[in-house]
């Protein structure tokens, strides 16, 4: 498993996910979970908590947390679709409201969790600090405080620049707000506490084995890999970007190439001149942000800002990716040119299954509604998937929660237009975006007919 332990800084410091068993010959089971990322283990553990008798079998193409869960930002947040402004324009009041509380009770499940399984992932939770570095990330920071009094919800607290800059000395930010509601954890770590818990309640985690096919039978479903199949009466596709290998899927998603950048460890000195006492998380308000935070190990983890898209499969030659790495240092230096001496060391990406209207989408694959998948949450999966994991739970043991209400469920995903059109028009906004992004917003008109064509 050494590629496993060489995707991120996370990853790395868990050291060896342990020696994989793979699935070898015919096993029956009521369901198999093709994944073993957060939406694969959290929906797992949702649906043997709510039946300990049900057989859950996960497959997974490599080991726990090989994907985006052992290599993302470690920021649990409450976001679904682009921001708050966004979720309440696209669906309303009574469903962002609802969404949006819903997210809020993850974050203290997931808390509540590791804590009664001893998941050590140097769980924090400093909240999210999100800053304007523009005259129109001022805008989209306000019209965020906006939506939270329409729905209103107490729990973002409009920020100076003076009290954005107490808590990180960043000379750029203008000014923000603060939501108390936000984790931080070490994902890989998370990731791998999460499928201890679903072994000790009997789930079968098998690694290293890839699923080559899942295809309805007469009776259910069947799941082959190199050395074995599992027959189940229902599946479960958590597979992220992956999916991307399923002609169903493909026709509402696309590969996006997230990337993070991290610095040697800062000395008490160096910290001293950043401030960042209380390990807030940061966000920008820029289309495609950037986001950073302090890591366990006392470095600068930096991420964000180029998000390439690409059609079809990911490619692992892009989870490095040099070009990225210099842009994000290049950002770095602009945010905190007192850290001038402060040494980027290292960098890792990974792909992110990204939709066009950036939300997250829950559903059947056919209509006999045996293949469950949940996917698209882009950039903001680590706390969408145990929400994503609960309502997979509802649809294949078919109780209507409220959850089963919300626009993961209810809002159907946006279909790509037909190649090669689809992958001009995305690919085609994406660059309009990032340009938008890096002139600093001086072309708020461009950005929002960028925006219209991805909705
Ligand atoms: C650099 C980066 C930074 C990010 N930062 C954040 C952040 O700070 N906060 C946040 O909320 N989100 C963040 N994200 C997004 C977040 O990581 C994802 O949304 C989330 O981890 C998705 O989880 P998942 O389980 O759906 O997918 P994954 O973790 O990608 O898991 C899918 C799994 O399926 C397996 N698989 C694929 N094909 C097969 C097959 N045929 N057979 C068996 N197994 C298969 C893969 O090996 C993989 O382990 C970031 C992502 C990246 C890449």
Known sequence: MGSWRTRSLWTSRAGSPGEPEPLGGTRVADVVVVGAGFTGLWAALALVEADPALEVVVLEAKAAGYGASGRNGGFAMTMVGRNLHDLLRKVGPTRARATHLAMRE???????????????????????????????QDHRIRQDLEAAKRLGLDDLEECSGTQCRALVDSPRIRLGHFEQ???????????????????????RVHEASPVLSLAETPTGVRARTPAGEVHADRAVLATNAYAAAVPALRRFLFTVYAYIVVSEPLDPGQWARVGWSTGVGVEDKRIMPHFHRPTPDGRILWGGRDAPIAFGPPDPRRDRD?????????????????????????????????????FATVGFLGRRERICYALGYAGHGVAQSRLAGLIVRDLLLEQRTERCELPLVTKAPVPLPPEPLGRWLVGGAQRILQEVDDRQDDRPALARLALAALE
């Open 181 to 203: 509601d936000c984790l931080l954890v070490d994902p890989a770590a998370l990731c791998l506490g999460l499928r201890e818990a679903a072994r000790r309640r009997g789930v």
């Open 106 to 136: 993850q974050l203290h499940e997931i808390r509540a969790f590791c804590d009664r399984e001893g998941i050590a992932c140097d769980l924090q939770a400093p909240g999210l600090l999100t800053v304007s570095n523009g005259p129109e």
């Open 322 to 358: 040099p070009r990225v790495f210099r842009r994000l240092e290049e950002s770095f230096r602009w945010a905190f040119p007192q850290l001038a001496d402060v040494a980027i060391v290292g960098g890792w990406g990974g792909p992110v299954c990204g939709t066009v209207n950036c």
